[in-house]
């Protein structure tokens, strides 16, 4: 009598274990990272809303300020304080520099660290 052996096919649970894990840290990584991009997006937003309104190379340093950071404050933007903005300004020229970066902890003492530098500028140089 003659029986043939079947080769197994599959996975063993260590294997499994290794790739459930990679799953769950991607997964984790893309739950801690996404919103840092969200909020990036809202001060895009904000800086091309800016760079829409009419007359704004003509406004003061002050007046600048106090138009971006209401957008800021609306939109719920906490990662840029006054220090991450350079405003230039020049008669009839404008140019506003972001600058900043967001450090969120992932797991542990695991960080991701995300640098973000975003400008307009309005009006001849």
Known sequence: ??????????ITLIPLIFILVMIAFFT??????????????????ALETLNHRTDIE???????????SKQFNMNSVYDVKKKNVKITSRAGYLKVQVVYH???LIL??????VDFDD???????
């Open 1 to 10: 009598m003659h029986t043939t052996h079947k080769k197994q096919k599959g």
């Open 28 to 45: 984790l990584l893309v739950l801690k990272i996404s919103p840092i991009y969200m909020n990036h997006s809202k001060v895009v937003h």
């Open 58 to 68: 003509k406004k003061s340093k002050r007046e600048v300020w106090v138009s971006l």
């Open 102 to 104: 967001v450090k969120e």
């Open 108 to 113: 542990g003492n695991l960080s991701v660290w």
């Open 119 to 125: 400008s307009i500028e309005v009006g001849v140089k």
